[in-house]
């Protein structure tokens, strides 16, 4: 009887328990896949790694433009 208790007990305690877990994953979904980069990102993303880091070797390129009035 005595053992019976302590599993009632046991069990109602995993029941009660306000610990959960849940697997959330990234939305891949907005990435391009139009272009080779965004194919490559978009696999990194179901891979579940995280983003790459972007260039921005436009931005330098207009800085050294001679031409520029600026």
């Known amino acids: 009887?005595?053992?019976?208790?302590?599993?009632?007990?046991?069990?109602?305690?995993q029941f009660t328990s306000s610990n959960t877990f849940a697997a959330t994953k990234e939305d891949c979904s907005n990435y391009d896949t139009k272009t080779l980069m965004g194919t490559y990102d978009k696999a990194r993303c179901e891979k579940g790694k995280s983003p790459r880091k972007k260039w921005n070797l436009g931005k330098k390129l207009k800085k050294l433009n001679p031409l520029n009035k600026n």
């Open 1 to 13: 009887m005595k053992t019976l208790n302590i599993i009632i007990v046991l069990i109602m305690l």
